[in-house]
């Protein structure tokens, strides 16, 4: 039988690429990186070898097909400032459609649904900021590099191309991501990585790829 499209996510322009992958019984496109438990897939689980292949093959963490030049990362405010983040790029293009048709990346008050996790699920490197941003970043770039961090592996940003930001499916207003970095800093101040006076400097950095 066919699974028609969660109705929230009809009017998006959809890329080609995006409309090759299955849909989930409930409605929604399924990345290609997601793990499949039971014939029904875990969006919150990678899949076995994904991210091997990922970086090694240079695919889409979305979409699975080879990347181009650019590359895109949808990225929280605090990755903007630290520029870390646990997953690799994607399509500009997969991208703009997973900030907006995502549930959790395109309504602020979603929170993550931890509940029966599978035994062997792995947590992703680095420490995690488990809230929701509000406000979610595509950073374009054109060079990244995977660091080594524990068992895992983190991914440091280079000097974007362009940033785009949204929130709730539409462009973000500078106040909003500001808000967002804002509510944010104290968490990773709280780790003890890094000094006020680094973060300080970190958050000035980050401030011309902002919202105008």
């Known amino acids: 039988m066919e699974t028609r499209l969660n109705q929230a996510i009809w009017s998006l322009p959809t890329p080609d690429r995006i409309k090759r992958l299955p849909v989930s019984a409930t409605g929604y496109y399924v990345p290609w990186f997601v793990a499949w438990i ?3 897939p875990d969006f919150r689980v990678i899949g076995p070898g994904k991210l091997a292949q990922a970086v090694n093959r240079k695919l889409c963490w979305i979409c699975g ?3 181009g030049v650019y590359k895109a990362f949808p990225i ?3 990755c903007a400032i630290n520029r870390n983040i646990s997953e690799p790029p994607s399509h500009w293009e997969c991208a703009e459609y997973a900030v907006q048709a995502c549930p959790f990346l395109a309504n602020p008050r979603m929170r993550r649904n931890e509940k029966d996790l599978p035994s062997d699920h792995r947590e992703p490197a680095g420490t995690m900021i488990r809230r929701n941003p509000g406000a979610i970043g595509i950073w374009v770039t054109k060079q990244y590099s995977a ?3 524990g068992d895992g592996v983190l991914f ?3 000097d974007p191309e ?3 930001w949204y929130r709730e499916g539409r462009k973000a207003t500078r106040a909003e991501v500001e808000e967002s970095i804002e509510s944010g800093l104290p968490e990773l101040l709280k780790r003890g990585e890094i000094s ?5 400097g970190l ?3 980050a401030e011309p790829y902002l919202p105008a």
């Open 76 to 78: 929280g405010p605090m």
């Open 203 to 205: 958050r000035r950095k």
């Open 147 to 149: 660091v080594r961090c």
């Open 196 to 200: 006020a006076d680094e973060l300080t």
């Open 65 to 67: 097909q080879p990347l």
């Open 162 to 164: 362009r940033v785009v």
């Open 156 to 158: 440091r940003l280079g």
């Open 38 to 40: 039971d014939r029904e």
